[in-house]
């Protein structure tokens, strides 16, 4: 059954592939795998830097049980027509994303259709092409490694399924908590901290943790 017709918001090639891949419940290594491509190369496509070509394309449509049509209807990359080494950056769309509080983002945990824009208390560019975005602070000492004092990370709320080795926020006890997400294919799926401190614990992921939403940048605010 081909998903992509009526699904909304991948206007790029790109975000077509991810939003098959992540519809069929795939990893980027697990399409690699069945296209015969390395994981980057997935992830290359996935954010833009190049397209693939009408072969391999053919190849993912049949992977991700899509229609062939449907995903070369994307918009190109623009870095596939300019090769400037600044044009596919410069030509991006600059998005104002809202930037709110972690007590603020637990009700996207609640309401997946809450709007983050009424929670702003301030906002950040971007140039990022999924539409539901959202910021917010982290000064986490379990995530130190990744994510410094005060950096601002930006949180896709419409992807809440991490692969395996992503950062997400999830809704935790009433809390929402930064972490790397880790799945198993047996299922048994946890949150591990990525610290210079020993003694963060492993969070197992039961029916009691949500995704909020999956990490897509940071950005070190001085």
Known sequence: MALP???????????????????????????????????????????GVHDPRRL?????????????????AGDRSS????????????????RHVPVISLRAASLLAQDANADPHVMAEDYIPVTLGPSKLFAVFVNDPAVDLAFLPDTVVVIDYEDRTPDDGDFCL?????????????????????????????????????????????????????
């Open 5 to 47: 017709q009526t699904a909304p918001a991948a206007r790029s090639i790109g975000e077509r592939i991810r939003q098959a891949r992540k519809a069929r419940g795939m990893s980027q290594s697990d399409l690699a795998l069945k296209v015969g491509v390395s994981q980057p190369a997935i992830a290359n496509w996935e954010s």
């Open 56 to 72: 391999t394309l053919a190849k993912l449509a049949d992977a991700l049980d899509s229609s062939l049509d449907w995903l070369a």
């Open 79 to 94: 870095a596939e027509s300019d090769k400037h080494a600044a044009a596919a950056y410069i030509r991006r769309p600059v």
């Open 170 to 222: 999830a809704h935790v006890n009433e809390t929402p908590v930064l972490r790397r997400w880790r799945g198993g294919r047996d299922g048994a799926a946890r949150l591990e901290p990525c610290s210079r401190e020993d003694g963060h614990p492993v969070i197992a992921v039961t029916r009691a943790v949500s995704v909020i939403g999956c990490v897509r940048v940071s950005i070190r605010v001085h």
